[in-house]
Antibody, heavy 122, light 107 residues
Framework: EVQLVESGGGLVQPGGSLKLSCVASGLTFRRYAMSWVRQAPGKGLEWVSVISVDGDITDHLDSVKGRFTISRDDSKNTLFLQMNSLRAEDTAIYYCAKGGTEVPDTRRFDNWGQGTLVTVSS | DIQMTQSPSTLSASVGDRVTITCRAS??????LAWYQQKPGKAPKLLIYKASSLESGVPSRFSGSGSGTEFTLTISSLQPDDFATYYCQQYNSFPLIFGGGTKLEIK
């Protein structure tokens, strides 16, 4: 059974930084593209970032480009999201989501973590 | 960016009803559309991908159709476990965009 477990969320002041982690088990992690998807309180889903198999290709939502960086450590079956210059509008539950092995299936999500809450507030 | 418009935003229905949710894309996404179900406090769950392919383990009362710009999710006979919020997602191009969601409520 595939399991994705996020951690690293919390309360941070505007302008601050956080690094989220997502540990995967029950799969050959290095074979899959991975994404982060967020959900502001009471709102819908918003894709944030994607990283390809091998980690050589990444993409981010325009509103987080230059502030967020997605990365992966296949030796530790772990996905990361480094978030800098955080804003109030980044407040959300952040989900780690598994994509497929080949384009375009890498861009739809068949397994999700339980999410980690990031609150940006002074 | 591609825009995804879901309708209705709220749907009231009864157990046993047949319901349909619509998702429209602002430009063609061929068949690169997924549907998810989300219950309160839980992560989304993939139901349908490639517009009409049923994810493994998902009950056959769920079905998807459409291509190009117009898509539908149909639940043939609502069960109590189906009352949730449903989202479509285009994965034809970046940025990946979700529809605004349809909350399916008990009438």
């Amino acid at each position: 059974e595939v399991q994705l477990v996020e951690s690293g969320g919390g309360l941070v002041q505007p302008g601050g930084s956080l690094k989220l982690s997502c540990v995967a088990s029950g799969l050959t992690f290095r074979r899959y593209a991975m994404s982060w998807v967020r959900q502001a309180p009471g709102k819908g889903l918003e894709w944030v970032s994607v990283i390809s198999v091998d980690g050589d290709i990444t993409d981010h939502l325009d509103s987080v480009k230059g502030r967020f960086t997605i990365s992966r450590d296949d030796s530790k079956n772990t996905l990361f999201l480094q978030m800098n210059s955080l804003r109030a509008e980044d407040t959300a539950i952040y989900y780690c989501a598994k994509g497929g092995t080949e384009v375009p299936d890498t861009r739809r999500f068949d397994n999700w973590g339980q999410g980690t809450l990031v609150t940006v507030s002074s | 960016d591609i825009q995804m418009t879901q309708s209705p935003s709220t749907l009231s229905a009864s157990v046993g009803d047949r319901v349909t949710i619509t998702c429209r894309a602002s430009q063609s996404i061929t068949n690169r559309l997924a549907w998810y179900q989300q219950k309160p406090g839980k992560a989304p769950k993939l139901l349908i991908y490639k517009a009409s392919s049923l994810e493994s383990g998902v009950p056959s009362r769920f079905s998807g159709s459409g291509s190009g710009t117009e898509f539908t999710l149909t639940i043939s006979s609502l069960q109590p476990d189906d009352f949730a919020t449903y989202y479509c997602q285009q994965y034809n191009s970046f940025p990946l965009i979700f529809g605004g969601g349809t909350k399916l409520e008990i009438k």
